[in-house]
């Protein structure tokens, strides 16, 4: 038996007027200081004073949320005491706001024992809204959180299925002002979330829909926005296409790319767009290498996108030749090196890199699985910007 989870779903202009639509006496918007600094918070307090539904604003979260920023939250919701979360931002503060509102039922709870297999029933008090601010994680529409554990350096994949927003809002007013550096990282994003849920072993025909299409609209339209952010096509097209694809992935799942890109991004600090379209063709080769079934798929996706027509493997290597044009016409780094790593730094973190990417369930959701020596060699090859010919 399987199950395909998705919000309410807002969108398009004027999407943030739906806010004047909801019951409810509190909100607790969950955010950052920058997106306050913006003024990005005002539109959505507007709306809320409209229909006298009094508001707080926890601007705490930080780039990658820490456990202890999530208990400060819980902290606070639970003395505010609101009928809706919002999760205001980026994937960062969309994550942070599932875990608060978890907190806000059970604020005996450590956030890293968030899991899938527990009930926490928080909207017998409060129900969960998410709007984005980047056009990325796709985390509207997923049930998954990501979380840092400083202390240990590792991201901690948590969440349960009760964690899908209740009502996600894709404005692209809010995504106008993103600058070309954070377009080009979260729209690497959306790529990576697009083909690896189409080709993952936990996907079906339910799920590959989305992911097709959100692959194509980001060949089509991320250069556009990344070019120019007044473009509100092309902002509203990768909003759209940010939501399928974690439609399609939070599905199904993600795979390789994202486990070794998890991995560099713990350890050096590096935004996660950025890290798993690094690894995303490196890791397509490793595929195609060994499995003529994700072949199939990858060609499958080349096809649909009008990347090339052929043979199977014509078709696969075409896309993985796409998705690195692609990176480089906005900006992207295209190997490891390119990030500005020293190279003798890079080698005493490898036994953690890999560590790090074999303990990630990502890593088991594809056809062919790489062991200790298979993912050290995928590093290495991608810190060189070597093609994987293994």
């Known amino acids: 038996m399987w199950t395909f989870s998705c919000p309410f779903f807002v969108y398009g202009d004027n999407a943030l007027e739906y806010i004047a639509q909801i019951q ?45 920023t999530i208990k400060n939250g819980g902290i606070a919701v639970g003395k505010y005491q609101p009928d809706w979360v919002i999760g205001l931002g980026g994937g960062s503060c969309m994550d942070a706001a599932k875990a608060i509102i978890i907190l806000l039922v059970r ?65 692209p007013v809010m995504v ?50 990344y070019k120019n952010g007044n473009d509100l096509d092309a902002r509203k097209e990768m909003l759209n296409a940010a939501a399928l694809g974690g439609m399609s992935f939070g599905n199904s799942m993600a795979g390789l790319g994202h486990s070794t890109g998890h991995a560099l991004g713990a350890l050096f600090h590096l935004p996660h767009g950025r890290t798993v379209g690094l690894f995303l063709p490196y890791t397509m080769e490793y595929l195609i290498n060994g499995s003529e079934e994700t072949t199939a798929k990858y060609a499958e996706i080349a096809r649909y996108c009008g990347v090339a027509s052929g043979s199977d493997k014509e078709c696969a290597r075409a896309l993985v030749a796409k998705v690195r044009a692609l990176a480089k016409e906005i900006g992207q780094p295209l190997s490891v090196k390119d990030c500005g790593i020293d190279k003798a730094k890079y080698d005493e973190s490898l036994p953690g890199l890999i560590d790090r990417a074999l303990n990630e369930v990502m890593t088991i959701t594809v056809t062919r699985v790489p062991g200790e020596e298979d993912l050290g060699k995928i590093f290495r090859h991608a810190y060189e910007g070597k093609p994987i010919d293994f």
């Open 176 to 225: 106008a002002g993103m600058p070309p550096q954070i377009t080009a990282d979260t729209g690497m994003d959306v790529l990576t979330h697009a083909v690896e849920g189409y080709v993952s072993t936990w996907g079906t025909s339910i799920t590959d829909g989305p992911g097709l299409i959100a692959a194509r609209q980001t060949f089509k339209f991320l250069p556009k926005a």
């Open 24 to 68: 409810g006496k509190k909100a607790f918007i969950v955010t950052d200081k920058n997106i306050v600094k913006l003024g990005l918070t005002k539109p959505v307090t507007d709306q809320l004073d409209a229909v006298n539904i009094k508001w707080q604003v926890f601007d705490e979260i930080e780039a990658e949320p820490s456990l202890n």
């Open 107 to 171: 604020p005996d709870l450590e956030p890293d024992a968030i899991i899938a297999s527990d009930t926490y029933n928080f909207r017998a008090k409060a129900k969960l809204m998410a709007i984005p601010t980047t056009s990325g994680t796709g985390s509207e529409a997923t049930w998954a959180i990501v979380l840092t554990d400083t202390e240990n350096q590792r991201k901690l994949g948590l969440g349960t299925t009760e964690c899908m927003p209740d009502v996600a809002i894709l404005d």
